[in-house]
């Protein structure tokens, strides 16, 4: 990850995705990301629809333009998020779907299964999303049509 200015990035899990976040927060600060962590930090059980909504609502604030979410499988709490207009979170298993997902879908919110998916390949994904652009193009009248207004 090549971070050249502090762009910050908000994280948010459930129960399930405590250690796969602290995993990917300190990736992301190493690389140079100024990392606003919403919880939750600990094993106790808490609803994911609660975590989805406080990254939607800080990148609704401004407070960051794109984020991570982390449940057990990462379909919830991506349901979530997904609830909010500007929000497009897109459930990542490997780098070509992570990749795609920015390309030509321009998501904003990567989201990942703790307990599908192992810390190195979201590592990887974590990278590939972060690196890629959006295409636009052709693909920019299909993210209009998604765009509540």
């Known amino acids: 990850m090549d971070a050249v200015r502090q762009e910050p990035i908000v994280i948010a899990c459930d129960h399930a995705g405590v250690e796969l976040k602290e995993i990917l927060a300190a990736d992301l600060r190493a690389a140079g990301f100024a ?50 207009s500007h929000i497009r979170a897109a459930v990542v298993h490997n780098t070509t779907v992570a990749r795609l997902a920015r390309l030509h879908n321009d998501a904003n919110v990567i989201a990942f299964g703790a307990r599908i998916v192992g810390s190195e390949v979201a590592r990887d994904c974590l990278k590939v999303f972060l690196e890629t652009e959006f295409e636009g193009g052709r693909h920019e009248r299909r993210i209009d049509k998604l765009t509540v207004s």
């Open 35 to 84: 990392v606003f962590d919403l919880g939750t930090n600990g094993p106790d059980s808490v609803d994911y629809p609660d975590f989805g909504n406080k990254l939607a609502e800080a990148i609704q604030r401004g407070d960051a333009k794109r984020g991570v979410l982390i449940c057990g499988t990462g379909i919830g709490i991506s349901i979530a998020a997904n609830r909010h």
